[in-house]
């Protein structure tokens, strides 16, 4: 047992100097692409690690020339389930800037400690959701990072999980592009979201239509359970695809919500 805490320390004390490297405190994000949104040219909104790659920082940033009042912001993190146990517990955080003047960045900082994870070493994934609001015009990026213990190693772009009611709303303002249902065909044919196109994931349609689709266009990505939806998704992002959303809940979410189906 004291040889492998031994050896755990020793792993952690050598990723150090890479985690201290990639978790600098970096405020330049007039011209970040990795892991930014931006909303409507004016703001944009960028993760970056924190230093030592313990927890994260969210910058939100004023790009226009007018100062934007009454700034929403959330941020959630979820869980990872993995051999070692879940990683950090659900957490919902949010607030209210009062206003960010032209050229303003804002920083909140989000740190681990006191939510997990449970165990001492853990290794896993770590989903990281941030939204911003002003103005009735809203921009969220998610992230997936790896985690180890409490330190953040690697970030990776992923798709964003969207709950039924921002889903639906932005469905009636035709916001997206195409909405996927990756079920099987039968199921399908039993009920699904309007207008969706069946593209099945376990039997490999959705990955022989990615050459067919546009890169640039928005997603919606649902099934009825999670495997598939999350799989789906994350093919998308993978492929390069920049505005994919996922749909919390799946299709019975959408359905016990009282949202219309199809037939």
Request: include cysteine; charge should be negative; charged fraction near 20%.
């Amino acid at each position: 047992m004291r040889k492998k805490i031994i050896g755990a320390i020793v792993f952690i004390m050598l990723l150090l100097p890479v985690l201290s490297t990639t978790g600098a405190d970096n405020t330049n994000i007039e011209n970040e692409k990795i892991n930014s949104s931006t909303l409507e040219d004016d703001i944009c909104m960028v993760i970056y690690k924190a230093p030592l790659g313990i927890g994260v920082d969210l910058y939100i940033r004023n790009k226009g020339v007018t100062t934007l009042n009454d700034v929403e912001w959330s941020f959630r993190s979820k869980p990872s389930i993995t051999a070692t146990g879940i990683l950090m517990t659900e957490k919902l955080l949010e607030g209210t800037i009062d206003e960010i003047a032209p050229d303003e960045t804002v920083r909140i900082k989000f740190r681990p400690f006191g939510q997990g994870p449970k165990s001492p070493f853990g290794i896993g994934n770590l989903y990281m959701n941030a939204s911003v609001e002003v103005d009735g015009m809203s921009v969220r990026t998610q992230q997936r990072a790896m985690i180890i213990g409490f330190f953040l190693i690697m970030y990776r772009d992923t798709y964003m999980d969207i709950k039924p009611p921002e889903a639906y709303e932005r469905y009636l303002n035709e916001e997206f592009d195409l909405i996927i249902d990756v079920v099987g065909l039968d199921i399908y044919n039993l009920g699904h979201l309007p207008g969706a196109v069946n593209y099945v994931w376990a039997d490999g349609t959705l990955e022989s239509k990615i050459p067919d689709l546009d890169k640039n266009a928005t997603y919606l990505v649902y099934c009825h359970t999670d495997p598939p939806s999350t799989a789906s998704a994350q093919l998308l992002v993978n492929a390069g695809f920049e505005n994919v959303y996922r749909l919390e809940g799946n299709f019975a979410a959408w359905k016990d919500a009282g949202y219309p189906i199809e037939t």
